[in-house]
Structures are given as structure tokens and as C-alpha cells.
């Protein structure tokens, strides 16, 4: 991260956010455009005053694991759904477990034979400890141009945008082409009622769309400077390997040179010497073109080296010094846990070692295990995978997604271009995918990269920049559901 001052940036935001798996931790910009417009909500316009309401009223109902309950939070947008007229045979709450409720709604369109857009957000939040905050983390807080509280950014945002888009179409006659669903689940950061994967599970055909939009994108800005409007459309699918080597063992005191803890730790070493091949798919060869024309200097040029067919040895080398751009442009395996031994004077008997791997998508993870097997050479050091894997495809880059995208980001915010990404850590889209269901990870909602505070202290959300995500995805929402003539 030395190069220069822009794409460290860059870099910083989208590995923030691809790390918690949350990754709309749109959080937002410094002092220098907030002493402004106090009576910003004053101003407000009725759908704006709507959308604000519903974020208050998300944001103060606990939703945590611990102590928190989903179906609360579910039954209260049911609740604005049903008072706005939308049938009750269209919003349902669907609980596999108390305090573990899902929303499902459907606004329904004029074309039943065509497949739904799903509108997908989790309402559940990471924990959130008052004493490490300076304001309650569940009182709605509106101070100095910023909206403060658990999951202003992660990712209640968009529940809420999604529930008062949806109320604002029905208000103004909207009529779509097609159904839109609007979900709102559980257990997307901790908990063992994942709503996402319930909800495939056992109502596939309440949440079954021709592709979804979710969190796990979103913009970047600095300093009130909007860079990008990020979208997410792939993951790299997890698959951790245990290395483990046995050894008669013996006592310490007649030491040998066949020992299991060596055996292992060379076969740790020649992992880490190992580099999988680069390998880009349409997500990332976009990822890199685009992130060319924002960057300079060298990186610009080792992102268009990278692109070049074989690509540049010396832009590998270069991008590869990075681990946010080195991860995206080959798979990875890493050590990260050791156990060994089992008394100081004994030689050990048994020495294992957790891999864990970060597989491009597509790439089969059995020729990753063989691969680990060959770099190890070592027949003593048997190498199995922890877990099934669970791959999930790249969703495609189609003109209908990607240029409604395009076109509106355009239209908002001209001159920022739109760039594909792949996370290395997953979100709920990881279930739909695997599920055939296509997910964008996309909300224009821009969050400032040095201030990301999703799963941290005083989440907060730029107020004008959550209008503007209320604008995005309600331009966006209109045109996905539209039939192709009007
Ligand atoms: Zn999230």
C-alpha cells in the first residue's frame, strides 16, 4: 500500500468491506461538508421524511443475537406495508425460530410468467456494546448531517430504503412488469437461522427471482468526492484443508531427524512459497480495466499489464504486493492454525495445521487439493478438506443489469464509473447464487473509505448520502421491474 494516494484508498474501502461479509459499511465523509444543513430533515420530501422514519424505527429495535429480536423488527415493516395497502396474503413474516422472523412482501406486477426481482437486506445487527459508545448504539441520533446507530450502514439502510421504495411505488400507481419482492432476514452475521438459507429451503418460491440486488456493494467517496459505485457480482468460495502428519514419537532425549512437526512445518513453508496461477474472470478483468482509469503511475499500468493476454509478469509482481488486489487476482491458501506435540520431552506424535483457501470461482477445489498435495510432496502430510465447499458462480455482467446500473449511476453522478467487484469473504448472495439466483451487490449508497464504521463504534450513515441511495434504488427498482418497451 505505498503507490499513491488514491488507489490506497480505493483499496482500503473495498477490503473493509469485503471483510465483514457486510460490506455496504457505507459509512461516511469527514467534518468538511457536515457543519451544514441542520434542518436537513425540515427539508426532507415525503418519501425522503418516509424513509427516514423507517430507518429510526429499524435502528431501535435490538435485532442482535444475544438479546435482539428479527421478528419485531419484520412484523413492524410488515406492519407499514400492510397500512400502506399492500395485501396480507403478500407480507408475510416467516420465523424458523422465535426472535428469529424473516419479511417476505411482494408487490405484484402485471406479468406473472415473468420471474421477480428480489430486494434482499438483512436486518439483523452485529452486537453492539453501549460502553464502548459515545451514543446509544439503539437510539436513532441525527447530528451534524450524519444518521448514527447499529446498522445505519450494515445494513438496515437499505431494509429500510427497500420498505419505503416499495410504499412510495404503490403511492404513486406504480404498476411493474414483473413481481418485485422485497425480503428482509435474520441471521446474516451471526446465529444459526441464516433467513436466507432457510428461506430457500423451505419457501423457495416466496423469495425465487430471475436475480437478486443485496448489500456487499455500494459507493466510494472521499472528502465528499464521490470515486466509484461499486458492484458486487462474485465471491470466492471458502475451503479450509487440515494438513496432518503422525509420527511413532519417541523421547525427547534421543531425538531423530523424522519428526512430525518438521514434516509439517516444510510443508507450511512450501505453501507459502507457492502462488497459484492469476486467473481473471469477467468480474475482475472489468474490476481491473476500471479501476485503471481512476488510478496512475504504475498501478494504472500493472492493472492494465494484468489485462494483457498473457498478462505481464512484471504487473503480477506488482499488483501481487498488495493483498487486496493479489486476492483478487489468484486463488489463495494460508496457514493459520497450528496444533502439535503432546508433552515437552516427547517427540511429537501428531502435528496438524489449518489451510484455509480462498478459491476463485469456477476453479474446481479438487484440483486445488491436488495442488496442495504436489507443492507438499510429502506423502506423510495428508491434506483433507475441513468442510464441503460451498462454490457459488459469478453472477453474469449482463447489459440489463450493468447498464440500468450504468445508466443511472450517470445520471446521478456523472463521470463515476461503475466497477464489478469480487469478494473474498461472503454475504447472504453466496445461498442465492448456489440457488441458480444471480445477486448484484449494488445500492449507490457512497460511503466515505476513511470512515467506515459497520460492525464498529458510532455507526453512521451520510444523511445526504442515504437519500441518495434512496434515489438509486428507486430509479433502479423501477427500471429492473419496467417491461422492455416503456
Ligand atoms: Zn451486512
Given at each position: 500500500m505505498r503507490k499513491n494516494t488514491r488507489p490506497a484508498l480505493l483499496t482500503v474501502l473495498l477490503s473493509a468491506l469485503v471483510l465483514s461479509g457486510c460490506s455496504n459499511e457505507e459509512a461516511t465523509v469527514a467534518p468538511v461538508m457536515t457543519p451544514a444543513e441542520p434542518s436537513v430533515s425540515t427539508e426532507l420530501q415525503p418519501h425522503q421524511q418516509l424513509a427516514r422514519e423507517i430507518l429510526k424505527e429499524l435502528v431501535e429495535i435490538d435485532t442482535t443475537d444475544a438479546s435482539g429480536d428479527n421478528t419485531a423488527a419484520a412484523q413492524a415493516m410488515a406492519d407499514r406495508l400492510l397500512a400502506a395497502g399492500f395485501p396480507a396474503e403478500d407480507v408475510q413474516v416467516l420465523a424458523p425460530a422465535e426472535r428469529k422472523g424473516n419479511l417476505v412482501a411482494r408487490y405484484r406486477g402485471r406479468n406473472a410468467g415473468r420471474k421477480p426481482l428480489l430486494l434482499l437486506a438483512h436486518i439483523d445487527v452485529v452486537a453492539a456494546d453501549p460502553a464502548d459508545w459515545t451514543l446509544d448504539p439503539f437510539t436513532f441520533v441525527e447530528q451534524e448531517g450524519y444518521y448514527y446507530g447499529r446498522g445505519t450502514t450494515d445494513d438496515k439502510d437499505e431494509a429500510a430504503i427497500h420498505i419505503a421504495n416499495l410504499i412510495r411505488l404503490k403511492e404513486e400507481g406504480f404498476q411493474p412488469d414483473r413481481d418485485i419482492i422485497v425480503a428482509l432476514t435474520a441471521d446474516e452475521e451471526t446465529g444459526n437461522h441464516n433467513g436466507v438459507k432457510w428461506l430457500l429451503e423451505e419457501h423457495r418460491e416466496l423469495i425465487d427471482a430471475e436475480y437478486a440486488l443485496n448489500e456487499g456493494g455500494g459507493g466510494s467517496m472521499q472528502d465528499g468526492v464521490h470515486i466509484s459505485n461499486n458492484v458486487q457480482a462474485s465471491e470466492k468460495v471458502y475451503q479450509t484443508f487440515i494438513l496432518e502428519t503422525t509420527n511413532p514419537g519417541g523421547h525427547s532425549s534421543l531425538p531423530v531427524k523424522d519428526n512430525a512437526i518438521y514434516d509439517l512445518a516444510e510443508a507450511i513453508v512450501r505453501i507459502r512459497n507457492h502462488a497459484f496461477p492469476v486467473s481473471l474472470n469477467e468480474v475482475t478483468s472489468l474490476f481491473f480495466e476500471r479501476s485503471?482509469?481512476?488510478?496512475?503511475?504504475?498501478?494504472?499500468?500493472?492493472?492494465?499489464?494484468?489485462?494483457?493476454?498473457?498478462?505481464?509478469?512484471?504487473?503480477?509482481?506488482?499488483?501481487?504486493?498488495?493483498?487486496?488486489?493479489?486476492?483478487?487476482?489468484?486463488?489463495?491458501?494460508?496457514?493459520?492454525?497450528?496444533?502439535?506435540?503432546?508433552?515437552?520431552n516427547a517427540l511429537p506424535q501428531r502435528a496438524r495445521a489449518t489451510i484455509n483457501c480462498r478459491v476463485l470461482p469456477g476453479e474446481s477445489i479438487a484440483a486445488v487439493h491436488n495442488t496442495l498435495e504436489t507443492v507438499i510432496g510429502n506423502d506423510r502430510v495428508s491434506v483433507t478438506p475441513a468442510a464441503p465447499a460451498k462454490p457459488s458462480p459469478p453472477s453474469p455482467l449482463t447489459d440489463e443489469m450493468l447498464g440500468a446500473i450504468e445508466s443511472i449511476t450517470n445520471d446521478m453522478w456523472p463521470g463515476v464509473p461503475v466497477i464489478p467487484t469480487m469478494s473474498t469473504g461472503a454475504t447472504d448472495?453466496?445461498?442465492?447464487?448456489?440457488?441458480?439466483?444471480?445477486?448484484?451487490?449494488?445500492?449507490?449508497?457512497?460511503?466515505?473509505?476513511?470512515?467506515?464504521?459497520?460492525?464498529?463504534?458510532?455507526?453512521r450513515i451520510r444523511i445526504e448520502s442515504y437519500f441518495e441511495g434512496q434515489e438509486f434504488l428507486y430509479q433502479l427498482t423501477k427500471t429492473l421491474s419496467r417491461s422492455d418497451q416503456n
Open positions: 485503471a482509469a481512476l488510478e496512475e503511475g504504475e498501478l494504472a499500468a500493472a492493472m492494465r499489464g494484468v489485462l494483457q493476454s498473457p498478462p505481464d509478469p512484471s504487473a503480477i509482481a506488482f499488483l501481487a504486493d498488495t493483498p487486496y488486489y493479489n486476492s483478487r487476482l489468484r486463488t489463495t491458501c494460508v496457514a493459520t492454525r497450528l496444533d502439535a506435540g503432546h508433552a515437552d448472495g453466496l445461498y442465492l447464487r448456489i440457488a441458480g439466483i444471480p445477486v448484484y451487490g449494488v445500492s449507490g449508497l457512497f460511503g466515505d473509505i476513511d470512515d467506515v464504521r459497520a460492525h464498529g463504534q458510532n455507526e
